[in-house]
């Protein structure tokens, strides 16, 4: 099993005509992903390599049953194309955009309060349940289907880790990319909750970073409500206070944020937290092994 | 973004809210002028840059005569000042603003923030103004007033009365204050601000509310919408290195150790950051040339950070996503030439074609060593410093 997504997700591309939209779109498809159609305004009834085109999400959700949609648009018009998919009654969508502004993004969840849409990013890489579905950016051949769950605010850093795993010859039940941005969809809270109930997959890893209370918030849900075991890593231990590290979200501010608060508080509640980026992958194998 | 104090209180006035009167000067010949603009002595020189901390900093100064007034400002237009925020290169000194002294009965705080947990925008207030807010918050948490504002209605009248009445003020400045506190929210929502925060916002010995401090920062990601703000940039209280930089839409922050480092990816270049302090050495800089990469791209991230004199081992770390591996290589390999590079390089590639990536560094002639996953890469990293220290 996996979470979110899997082999009968069918999914929508908003923005499969753009260049980003066409390159990943193909990806995608290439990775086994089943993509039933695309959105670009004013483009519809047209066909992009044989996926038909529409010009409204509601349009191509009423033609193809999706159920999901990964969103490419430009980051003025990303708030309204996530606005769009939820209420068009889409239940998982992926808002890769980077950029949006973050009083959009409010504007966003006060929508989608009470609605049932899952909302993952923006600024992500996305979400892929190894050999099932990939929604998103990430290079696909890099994961192997198996059993550790992954929650991270990062891209290139959650490949990495998926690496290290995959070399050493373990697999993923889904890879969840929550965003780099200050305001997000689904967060660790929620994740760990669907990974602690998904049977297949025996432990979670959460790759962190500076910035925000996001890691504490997961810390203490962790002693509360958690069985599985939980591995952690906190990016930015080095970095300067103030300062945007890249990642919107990626800021320390007045003493909250900063890294060392976090491993602090993670390790308080019982997650192994790895300080060598070098490591994780092994850290994860010798938890699992402690735990069997 | 940030902004000038002076450039936030000439937004002020667009809303409405109360500054003291006053001028800005850039050179020490408009003083004068500015002086008489600014009204009665005595009147406080405040220096302009990007940081807080400016009153310890000795970047706040009361004059009492027009000479006296030329002779502070000569001691610091021009000049660098160091605040406890500055870290010790300090920020440039360009902008004075020359405002009038007001008898202050109460120091307020008033501030405007978004509540990432939450998710909403929320108005921070203290009775306790002066202070660093984040002083109040941890020490005296009961004297700070929340209030959060729900995204579907924004701040309604009622809940700025409620603010109003947790300062403990005369019920008689009820309607100025309320009216501050629901422009500066317009102005916020407005002007995609991140922060907008009035420390002190005063009450004056006769009655008027007025913001004695502005500050205000502006979200990147909403500039596109707002040129007026964009405009207000002042490129001078940045790094030159960063500036340069963000010409090529690379993400640079200088730092202060030795290993130069380029990354692809925000949470990955922190991890590499982070690794190299774990090997023993310290990263020169933040740099991260993004998922979408050009080979020119990469040429301009090893110029800048070649230009970094610190720097002693250039280290490079990329896991190849949509930045493919080899059109990493062709960059690194031009610029190895261009630059003629002659520091150690330790290269560590992961990822999309990473083959063709390693042939080119291969058969580019030029040695460079490469490393085989980040542990191994950090090890090599710290060795090559150790020659390059003569170790």
Redesign the interface.
């Known amino acids: 099993m996996s979470i979110i997504i899997d082999q009968h997700t069918k999914v929508l591309i908003q923005g499969i005509t753009g260049n980003e939209g066409a390159f990943h779109t193909r990806q995608m498809v290439e990775y086994g992903t089943d993509v039933v159609g695309g959105v670009t305004p004013g483009k519809g009834s047209q066909k992009f390599e044989g996926i038909p085109v529409f010009n409204t999400v509601k349009a191509a959700v009423d033609a193809t049953g999706a159920n999901a949609s990964a969103i490419f648009v430009p980051p003025p018009f990303a708030a309204d194309a996530i606005l769009e998919a939820v209420e068009a009654g889409i239940e998982v969508v992926v808002c890769l955009t980077e950029g949006i502004p973050t009083i959009d993004m409010i504007t966003v969840r006060h929508y989608m309060k009470g609605r049932k849409t899952i909302l993952i990013g923006p600024n992500t890489p996305g979400i892929i349940s190894p050999g099932k579905c990939k929604i998103g950016v990430m290079a696909g051949y890099i994961h192997k289907e198996g059993s550790i769950g992954i929650i991270s605010r990062s891209g290139t850093l959650t490949y990495e880790v998926v690496d290290q795993l995959t070399k050493r010859g373990i697999g993923q039940s889904t890879c969840v990319g929550i965003g780099g941005d200050p305001v997000i969809g689904h967060k660790y809270v929620d994740l760990l909750e669907m990974f602690e109930n998904d049977k297949d997959t025996d432990a979670i890893v959460i790759i962190g970073e500076i910035g925000g209370q996001a890691e504490e918030q997961a810390a203490e849900y962790f002693k509360e409500y958690m069985k599985k075991p939980v591995v952690a890593f906190i990016a930015g231990v080095t970095a300067p206070p103030g300062r945007r590290m890249g990642h919107a979200g990626a800021i320390v501010s007045g003493g909250v944020g900063d890294a060392a608060t976090k491993i602090r508080t993670l390790e308080a509640a019982g997650i192994t937290v790895v300080k060598n980026p070098a490591e994780i992958g092994q850290t994860v194998i010798s938890v699992i092994r402690r735990c069997k | 973004m940030k902004i000038h104090e002076f450039q936030a209180k000439q937004l002020f006035n667009a809303y409405n809210i109360p500054t003291p009167k006053g001028q800005i000067a850039t050179s020490t010949e408009e003083i004068p002028r500015a002086v008489e603009h600014a009204g009665a002595f005595p009147l406080v020189l405040k220096a302009q840059v990007h940081a807080g901390g400016r009153g310890k900093g000795g970047g706040i100064k009361i004059v009492n005569t027009v000479e006296e007034a030329i002779m502070v400002s000569s001691g610091l237009l021009g000049k660098t000042l160091v605040t406890p925020?500055t870290g010790e290169e300090g920020k440039p000194i360009n902008h004075l603003l020359i405002e009038e002294v007001l008898h202050v009965a109460k120091e307020l705080y008033l501030g405007i923030t978004?509540d990432?947990?939450k998710?909403?925008?929320t108005v921070l207030a203290s009775a306790e103004g002066g202070m660093?807010?984040?002083k109040i918050?941890?020490g005296t948490p009961e004297k700070l007033f929340i209030e959060n504002i729900?995204?579907?209605i924004g701040l309604r009248p009622f809940q700025a009365n409620r603010i109003f009445f947790s300062l403990g003020l005369d019920p008689a400045l009820s309607r100025k204050m309320s009216g501050i506190i629901l422009n500066l929210y317009r102005l916020f929502?407005d002007k995609?601000c991140?922060l907008a925060e009035i420390n002190p916002l005063i009450v004056t010995k006769g009655g008027d509310i007025i913001a004695l401090d502005a500050k205000i920062n502006v979200?990147?990601?909403?500039l596109?919408?707002h040129p007026d703000i964009a405009s207000l940039r002042d490129l001078g209280q940045e790094n030159p290195l960063e500036v340069e930089a963000s010409r090529y839409n690379l993400?640079y922050?200088k730092?202060k150790g030795n290993v130069g480092c380029m990354?692809?990816?925000?949470?990955?270049?922190?991890?590499?950051?982070?690794?190299?302090?774990?090997v023993g050495a310290?990263?020169a800089n933040?740099l991260?040339v993004g998922?979408g990469a050009t080979s020119q791209m990469v040429t301009e991230g090893l110029k800048i950070l070649l230009s970094d004199t610190d720097v002693k081992v250039i280290f490079i770390n990329i896991?190849?996503?949509?930045l493919r591996c080899d059109t990493l290589a062709k960059g690194v390999v031009e610029a190895a030439r261009q630059l003629e590079i002659k520091l150690p390089m330790v290269i560590r590639l992961?990822?999309?074609n990473v083959e063709p990536g390693r042939q080119i560094f291969a058969e580019s002639g030029l040695s460079f060593t490469v490393a085989n996953?980040?542990?191994d890469?950090?090890e090599k990293v710290a060795e090559a410093l150790k020659r390059v220290n003569g170790e």
């Open positions: 925020q978004v990432r947990i998710t909403c925008v660093e807010i984040e918050a941890a729900d995204p579907g929502i995609d991140s979200d990147d990601n909403a596109y919408r993400n922050i730092l990354v692809n990816g925000a949470g990955l270049a922190m991890a590499t950051m982070d690794l190299i302090k774990y310290a990263p933040f991260d998922g896991f190849g996503g949509i992961e990822g999309t996953g980040m542990g890469a950090a």
